[in-house]
């Protein structure tokens, strides 16, 4: 060989050796890394640790960098995150992981998404990328999700839709607190669930309870037609109850309870109203007022306190009913023949501009087109005032058609200050046609103090007349036609009349207690002690028994 060929030889016997040592050195780099790296019992839990990786190495391009390639795991105070590579800067305490992220805290939160970037320091986790955040039976999906572990806040502003159980949220806006269960949505807020739909401007929700905050206008469609608008407060979605403040309200079949505050149950059916409640049922042209109010949805009662008032508006002029407690009852609920009858009881007063009622209870019938009035009822009609021990008033639609006073009816019609036209008997039937008394009909111990007057005006005296019947027909309020038996009377000069045929028994002209207009049914008062009416006792004639009869 020669000495050439022989340095030949032993310079690529050099070169193998050393291109086997370099292969050598990387081999053993990579090695190095595919087993744990384990973590100090006292590890400081401001470090993020590698765990594992099947390859490490080195970029030029990155030098700060430690690339992680292959079943990457790192764990960061009380976090792991598993990835298929990852970015690690041991000096900067941060990470950016690709592919199949998965970061998990205990056995309740995991954040899944395509790639995360985690500063260490700050404890910031950045999502990127099919983000799913699950925490316990609650999963937020977005496409950009930061996480503030120091908070335990994850917010996303693009985008982004939170699944609970049965509710479903979307909103613009939005972040979800997992140690609270609280979420808070803004912009475009649609929660759905199957039994409703709820959208607003700005929502907090906590999944922990199913519980809707609201804050701000909001509105709710139920599946069976009820609406709901709140201004502020809360809506069980799983119990389906509603608290609600501000004038919030809630609409059903074109009927509408207001108040200052609300609370609806939708498993009882029962709506509750506080603080100037109205009620309003369009379909039957009523409401009901008062500071307290409360709505049966499925049997369509109510009942009202407090300033309570019944309005009836079917016709042009409203009529205002006020009682201590108003009451209204359904019947035939969502059917063609529904109806319903209105109990009004203890210091009920009455105001409509052509009709006034002052009495203890009423009750009102809508299918016998009829109301009882109760305890020394009074009732007024213009310049007429009728009151007894009970008085039922039979209406055409909206308008009064005839009246019936059962038991020591009276009724009076002003004259002047000092005159009065009175009919006193045990029961009377007045009727009426355009809103004005046509006739009337007395009936038992008929007595009767009645004023006559030239044509020209000028008075001629008074009547006064005692019979068993009585029947007076009016034209344009005067009478034109009168009708008795047999009766007793007497003509008494205008000047001669004594006081004692003047004022029947019972006489009273309740002008201080008449309502004067639909303010003053609040104000209550009673008649004097004097003209309180002794309640009449029915006879009756004693059973003989069979012994008794020779």
């Known amino acids: 060989m020669s000495i050439s060929a022989y340095f030949k030889h032993k310079l690529n016997r050099y070169v193998k050796q050393f291109v086997c040592l370099v292969y050598l050195l990387c081999f053993c780099t990579a090695w190095t890394y595919t087993n744990k790296e384990k973590a100090p019992e006292d590890e400081d ?57 998965r970061m998990v805290q205990g056995d309740t939160l995991t954040l899944v998404s395509d790639t995360l970037f985690y500063e260490g320091f700050e404890m910031q986790a950045h999502a990127r990328g099919n983000v799913r955040l699950d925490h316990k039976k609650t999963r937020l999906e977005t496409e950009n999700l930061d996480y503030d ?14 699944y609970d159980g049965d509710n479903v949220l979307v909103s613009d806006w939005g972040q979800y607190t997992p140690s609270t269960h609280e979420a808070f949505f803004t ?22 309870t199913e519980i809707a905050r609201i804050v701000t206008p909001t509105n709710i469609n139920s599946k069976d037609g009820t609406f709901v608008y709140g201004n502020r407060g809360t809506y069980d979605t799983k119990n389906g109850k509603a608290y609600l403040l501000d004038r919030s309200y809630i609409i059903k079949d074109m009927r509408k309870i207001v108040g200052d505050s609300l609370h609806s149950d939708k498993n009882t059916g ?36 407090d300033s309570a008032v019944v309005m009836e508006y079917s016709s042009p002029d409203t009529l205002y009913v006020h009682g201590d407690t108003l009451k209204m009852f359904t019947f035939n609920l969502n059917t063609d023949s529904v109806y319903r009858n209105i109990h009004a ?128 027909y009016m034209e344009k309020k005067k009478v034109v036609k009168i009708w008795m038996p ?6 008494y000069p205008t000047l001669m009349i004594p006081s004692d045929k003047r004022y029947l028994q019972n006489f009273a002209w309740f002008d201080y207690i008449r309502p004067t207009d639909k303010d003053d049914i609040f104000e209550w008062r009673g008649k004097d002690e004097k003209n309180i009416l002794k309640k009449t006792q029915s006879r009756k004639v004693p059973l003989q028994k069979l012994e008794d009869i020779k």
Request: aromatic fraction near 12%; include cysteine.
């Open 45 to 101: 839990k401001s470090k993020i640790y590698l765990l594992h990786s099947d390859v490490l190495y080195k970029n030029q391009q990155d030098p700060r960098a430690e690339v992680l390639v292959g079943n990457v795991s790192l764990k960061h105070d009380g976090v792991f995150l598993y990835c298929d590579s990852a970015k690690f800067y041991r000096e900067d305490n941060s990470f950016d992981a690709f592919g199949n992220v």
């Open 149 to 162: 572990r120091i908070y335990g806040v994850g917010m996303y502003l693009e985008g982004g839709t939170l």
């Open 187 to 208: 912009d475009n807020v649609q929660l759905t669930n199957p039994q409703f739909t709820l959208i607003s401007d700005t929502l907090y929700y906590y999944s922990d």
């Open 270 to 305: 029962i709506d509750e109203a506080f603080g100037n409640v109205i009620l309003t049922d369009d379909e039957n042209y009523c409401a009901l007022t008062g500071n307290y109010c409360q709505y049966d949805e499925n049997t369509g009662n109510a009942v009202a306190t």
């Open 345 to 472: 009881y203890h210091r009920v007063r009455m105001f409509r501009t052509d009709v006034q009622a002052v009495c203890d209870s009423l009750v009102s019938l809508e299918l016998d087109s009829c109301t009882y009035l109760y305890g020394q009822p009074i009732l007024w009609n213009e310049s007429q005032q009728i009151f007894g021990e009970e008085i039922r008033v039979y209406n055409n639609d909206s308008t009064i058609n005839w009246i019936h006073i059962i038991n020591q009816a009276m009724t009076i019609e002003k004259i002047d200050s000092v005159s009065y036209n009175q009919v006193a008997s045990k029961e009377m039937f007045c009727y009426f046609k355009d809103g004005e008394i046509e006739h009337n009909e007395a009936k038992g111990n008929v007595y009767v103090a009645y004023f006559m007057d030239e044509d020209d005006g000028n008075r001629i005296g008074m009547n006064y007349t005692e019979t068993t019947e009585l029947k007076l």
């Open 486 to 491: 047999a009766s007793t009377g007497q003509m």
